[in-house]
């Protein structure tokens, strides 16, 4: 998905304004447009199967707490790359695998360098793939001919680059969306969309698979899913689309799917949130079925149902995608489908229809007690723009008011090429005020995994860089990746167990390398300093640190 803006339609007591369909550049991934009037961490238990946060009485640091003025160590901190219409990569179609490999190197350093540690890039933008898939054909934003090879794989690069970073890597699928225009012809000839006209409807000027049918929804999770088998990826992700964002006044033409499929119900809309509801959960079930590690997310439209609706719904007028995309959203969390919930709440603080400080408390609460992780979907694409979004600061301000809401663990951004552009002043702010400490990624606890034992840490030496520590997983565990923390004089047990809880003191992480050791480079390194290391699994428990100390 690609989201400019997605707008909170007003309701009939304010200044009515229709929604419009956003530019072709943007994809649409954002249906509608605000008008004017709308618009440390505790070291993990010696014992590898606990996590972070499980120590005990009389261990050292027990019952520290990091100071009050310390950021949150664990937080998601993301952003999105889209690909369908080159919004982000490839910025054009037809890049030699240099080039696209080049960008979307950079598009990473620049990640890096704006604190972030995950990215969620979009894979399978309109029944295409960005992989060798079996089932459909290479994407046309690859090499601007759909079917075309683009001579190498870009997924396993886009997997290997982000890891070598330590990137968290999430693949972004779009289920139905079959293509931006509405010429069954223009697609390869051996499409299954082609084969299998009956699928397939015509709806806003695009074509998409029918969620109604069975046989599409089996088709598209089989399709989905050969890329969650064959590649290395963290993270599963879905956008918005599921039934088309309504257009023009036009009907969704399924009333022959609902009159075969739609036995036991009697409103079409019941029916068409059940077949959505089924892809959810089937694909939560085969995601965790073939890689249990793998996490499972969706980012639904920001507003699931206004109280005005329903007693359950957030305190705002606008669009409602419970019946407006038929996307049930809060029974997606409330059942536990997801792994975790990305709202795209793409509005500023005190907008009356959609007000940023009324959503996220709702998303807080609804996601109360499931287990549900809770990030929040922010729009770079806005910042820069006229009224609340010509300040810099607006997006910084959201991520204070998120600190309120202990439920909220962290922020993706619409999108990457934004941050470079018009957001790079807002996104300043925000690494200022927010992102000057590296941070870990939540624990989903019930994906399993476990601490690794301690590292050791086998060497410090002056380089060219600064100080080099090499660092080594224990035999008995392996790492995925090291956090380094760094203190100055020696060690101080106490003081610095308790030290860990405060990233502020967390130099940076590193990827464990497959030949056994692993160099962290410190450019700041010298003097006299003592360094903590820990070794975290892919799933981020922590374990107890290693210390060196050097000077």
């Known amino acids: 998905m690609a989201r400019p803006d997605r707008t909170a339609r007003p309701s009939p007591r304010d200044a009515a304004a229709a929604p419009i369909p956003r530019t072709a550049a943007v994809c649409g991934v954002l249906a509608f447009l605000l008008t004017a009037a709308l618009t440390a961490a505790p070291p993990a238990s010696a014992s590898p199967g606990r996590s972070e946060g499980a120590e005990g009485a009389g261990r050292p640091g027990a019952g520290c707490e990091p100071p009050a003025d310390a950021p949150p160590k664990r937080r998601m901190r993301a952003e999105w790359i889209a690909s369908v219409v080159n919004i982000d990569w490839p910025s054009e179609p037809g890049l030699s695998p240099k080039e696209q490999r080049d960008e979307l190197d950079a598009l990473y350093d620049e990640a890096q360098a704006n604190g972030l540690n995950a990215v969620f890039v979009q894979i399978r933008p309109t029944a295409d793939a960005f992989w060798p898939s079996p089932h459909e054909p290479w994407s046309e934003w690859l090499t601007g001919e759909q079917g075309r090879d683009p001579g190498y794989d870009p997924l396993a690069y886009a997997v290997d680059q982000a890891h070598a970073r330590n990137l968290e890597f999430h693949g972004w699928f779009n289920p139905y969306r079959v ?9 390869t000839e051996d499409h299954p969309a082609r084969r299998n006209p009956d699928w397939v409807f015509s709806y806003g000027g695009r074509l998409y698979y029918d969620p109604g049918v069975p046989e599409v929804r089996a088709f598209v999770i089989e399709a989905m899913m050969d890329a969650v088998e064959g590649y290395d990826m963290d993270g599963v992700h879905f956008d918005d689309y599921f039934y088309p964002y309504p257009s023009g006044g036009q009907e969704i033409p399924d009333g022959d799917t609902f009159a075969e499929y739609g036995g036991g119900f009697d409103d079409i809309g019941d029916w068409r949130r059940d077949n959505v509801n089924r892809l959810v959960e089937e694909m939560g079930e085969a995601v965790h079925a073939a890689k249990p590690h793998v996490k499972f997310g969706i980012s639904p439209f920001g507003i699931w149902r206004n109280a005005s609706s329903d007693p359950d719904g957030s305190d705002t007028s606008g669009f409602e995608s419970y019946s ?3 996307a049930d959203s809060r029974t997606w969390v409330r059942e536990g489908w997801v792994d975790y919930i990305n709202p795209q709440v ?8 959609a007000d940023y400080a009324k959503l996220v408390p709702w998303w807080a609460e609804t996601v109360e007690g499931t287990g549900v992780h809770l990030y929040i979907g922010q729009a770079a ?4 723009n006229d009224g609340a979004w010509s300040d810099p600061q607006e997006l910084s301000r959201h991520l204070d008011l998120n600190r309120r809401y202990p439920n ?19 996104m300043e702010a925000v690494v200022e005020d927010h992102y000057s400490s590296p941070a870990l990624i939540p624990v989903k606890e019930d994906l399993g995994g476990r601490a690794p034992w301690r590292p050791h840490v086998v060497g410090a030496e002056a380089g060219e860089g600064g100080t080099e520590l ?11 990746y090291f956090a380094v923390y760094r203190f100055d004089g020696g060690p101080d047990p106490d003081d610095r167990w308790c030290g860990l809880k405060d990233p ?6 590193v990827r464990a390398s497959g030949g056994g050791k692993t160099v962290f480079t410190d450019p700041e390194g010298g003097g006299d300093r003592t360094y903590y290391v820990t070794a975290l699994d892919r799933l981020h428990h922590e374990s107890r640190p ?3 100390h050097v000077g």
């Open 179 to 187: 293509a931006m225009h509405d010429d069954p012809g223009r697609l």
């Open 324 to 326: 407006g995309i038929f």
């Open 346 to 353: 793409y509005w500023e603080i005190g907008l009356p229809v």
């Open 381 to 384: 694409y806005k910042a820069g």
């Open 408 to 426: 909220v663990a962290g922020d993706v951004y619409f999108s990457a090429t934004s941050l470079r552009t018009n957001a790079s002043e807002a």
């Open 470 to 480: 090499t660092i080594r997983p224990h035999r008995r565990t392996p790492a995925a």
């Open 504 to 509: 502020r003191n967390m130099i940076g992480t």
């Open 546 to 548: 290693a210390v060196h």
